[in-house]
Every structure is written in C-alpha cells, then in structure tokens.
C-alpha cells in the first residue's frame, strides 16, 4: 500500500517531531508492502533528515521525498494548492491513501482519505484575535465539519480533541475514528530512563515550564502563582521558562510583568534549549508547571513525567487525561490554586515522592511502539491486511 502524507501543514517543530515519530513507528510495525511518499516544501523539509537519521537502508527504501513550492507554507497559499494539485500528487505517486496531520479534509480526491487531528486552536477561544486570524478559524473550522463528515477515519490527537471535533460538527461522530496519542520519540526512550536511573540532585525549589510560549499558554497565571508562593507561602521557589516565544509582544508583557510582580530574580527565559540541556532540565526541577488553556495534548509534560517530575496543569484541555495520576489540577486562571500545589510538591517530601512515581508510571503508556497502533489499524482497513 502507498500511502501519500500531505505534510504541507507540518510548519512548527513540534509539528514535525509528532509526525515523523508516528511515522517511522508505522514504518517498522507495517508490512514491507507498505511505503511512503512524503509531500513538504522547503521550509519543512528538515523531515527528511529526521526520517534518514533514524531509519536503516531497508525501511528507508519505503520512503520517498516530494516538494511542493514554497508558498505552501503559508495556510491560504496551502489551501487553493491542496485543492488544485493534491489529486495529481495522488495520482503521480500511485496512492492508495491520503494521509494528512492538518485534521482537514480535501475535496476532489480520489483514493481513502485519513487525517490526524492534532490542533485545537480554530475551535477554542485562547485571548483576542486579528481580522486574518478570525476568518482562518472559521476556515479551519468548517474545514474539520468537512473531515468529520467525509474522512474515511480520523485518529485524534486526544479523546479532548475528539470531543471538540463532535462539538464543531453538532454532536455528529467521524465515520471511523481512533485516539492516536503522540508520544515519546523512540530513538531517546532508553536515553531518557538511563538519565532517570541516574542520581541526580534535584534542585528542590525549581519550577520548570517547557512550552512554545503564546497567549494561550497563560504565562501570567504560572507568574501570579509564583508571587503567591514567594511572598504569601514564604516558599523561595524559582521558575524556568524554556520555549521559543511566538508573539515578541507576548514576551515583552510578561517580562513587565515579571518585573511588577517583583520576580525578576527568580524567573529565568532560556528561550530554546539543545535537547541534551532539555532532558537535563527535566530531570533536575522538582516540579512541571504549564497552566495553558489549551493543549491538544502535551508533549513536556510527559517528558517531565519519564524523568519522574510530577506535574501541576489546567484542567479543561487534555492536559488530565494526559498526566493523570502523576499530575494535579486547578481549573484554568486559578493562581491560588496552582500555589498550594506547587508549595505542596516543593516542601512535602512524601507528597512528592508519591507523586514523582506516579508520573514515572504514567509516562510509560506513551510510546510510539503503543500508541501508533490504533492508527495502523485504521489504515489497515484500506490495506486490506
């Protein structure tokens, strides 16, 4: 079976290390009848790298690489190209299936078409939007109305997003549906339990929250939190923030108000940091903070939990159903809240080790070997194997 991916809408990072992670795991679990031909434009084209570096000759030769120009990378450009050369791409490739990460659907092809629905922002409110942002939403989200409708099966990213899907489309479900959970990349699983094997000094007052910051991720209420802690609690707690930021304004708002809050000296932007420094990272704080209002799923999170961190987050998005037991909740904007938590994790030794092992425990159900089964099953029905 050859399956074309219509990668053109994998544009962030994180994007692209969900897709090829989910990829090469279909891959070494699938039939050797199966390939791949991969549609990206240059500003995605990295893929290809990951994909090489992680393949060896035999299920490398089930892969091929194909580029649509550069434009493509912008979301409107991408949409009149899917419709107008997605069909040919198909037929150029000899596609059995279409199989694309952008949770849409397009219109006019002729083969299966399967989509991961893996982003929530067009359907949730995440703080005030443009123009051009407001109509991109309301275009996304009839795109996903059209995907429930037509997709011949939908893996979703969380049963959160499946919930928000069955919304968007009135209460009506996809012809065929799966939870497809992302997961920890293969290649680092044994490195990351070798790193949480290992002793290691924690710091006992350190917070740490990985994230590509945005509105949304509500940085504010993870600051208000940390004055909480220092001033009311007497708690001396500190806090790390590792992620690029999207919005520079973003960014400038939250150093003043780190500044107004009196926390200069206690908060830390590291912006992007090498994955080595990362995995450090996680194992040496002693709590994971991220109270964003929407999380299709959280993949720092988890990462934090293989190293044993347990968690605090927001409820209201996938980030329970997630962590469960290895993490605790306060309903989205509770600063107080989110305080007692974190002053509870960071001075109650017994409290903290319970729930470092029960992260621990939880992080193992996400594995690619696991996780990308409900997917090779759903595609396997069109494989006929």
Not at 108 to 118: D, E, F, K, R, V
Not at 141 to 166: E, N, P, V
Not at 284 to 300: D, H, M, T, W
């Amino acid at each position: 079976m050859k399956i074309l991916v219509n990668a053109l809408s994998t544009t962030n990072e994180s994007g692209r290390q969900v897709l090829c992670g989910l990829l090469l795991e279909l891959l070494r679990q699938s039939s050797d009848t199966w390939s791949l031909a991969l549609l990206l434009h240059e500003s995605n084209g990295d893929i290809t790298e990951l994909m090489r570096s992680h393949l060896d000759v035999d299920l490398l030769s089930r892969v091929n690489f194909f580029f649509a120009p550069n434009v493509t990378c912008h979301w409107l450009s991408r949409t009149f190209y899917e419709r107008l050369y997605l069909q040919r791409w198909a037929k150029k490739v000899g596609a059995d299936v279409l199989l694309s990460p952008s949770g849409g659907w397009v219109p006019g092809i002729s083969c299966p078409q399967y989509t991961l629905a893996l982003n929530p922002w067009a359907m949730v409110e995440t703080g005030p939007r443009s123009f051009s942002e407001k109509v991109k939403a309301m275009l996304q989200r009839r795109t996903y109305r059209q995907a429930l409708k037509h997709a011949d099966g939908i893996g979703y990213g969380s049963a959160h997003m499946q919930d928000l899907y069955r919304a968007n489309a009135s209460g009506k479900c996809e012809k065929r549906g799966a939870i497809v959970y992302p997961a920890l990349p293969t290649s680092e699983v044994r490195q990351m339990d070798e790193l949480w094997k290992a002793e290691v000094d924690r710091d006992a007052l350190d917070i740490l929250c990985v994230s590509h910051m945005a509105p949304h991720k509500d940085i504010e209420t993870l600051l208000l939190a940390l004055q909480i802690l220092r001033y009311e609690y007497k708690a001396p707690a500190r806090l790390r923030l590792v992620g690029r930021w999207s919005d520079v304004r973003y960014r400038e708002k939250m150093e003043a108000l780190v500044e107004e809050l009196g926390l200069v000296d206690v908060v830390a932007m590291y912006g992007f940091l090498p994955r080595s420094a990362l995995l450090d990272a996680y194992r040496r704080a002693k709590v994971y903070c991220l109270l964003s209002r929407s999380e299709s799923f959280g993949i720092p999170s988890v990462e934090a939990q293989r190293m044993g961190t347990p968690v605090v987050a927001a409820r209201g998005s996938a980030a329970s159903e997630v962590c469960g037991n290895g993490g605790v909740y306060v309903d989205a904007g509770d600063a107080r809240g989110a305080a007692e938590h974190l002053c509870r994790l960071l001075t109650d030794s017994g409290h903290w080790e319970s729930m470092s092992r029960a992260a621990r425990v939880n992080s193992l159900r996400f594995e690619y070997q696991k996780t990308v089964r409900p997917l090779l099953d759903m595609l396997g029905a069109d494989a006929g194997n």
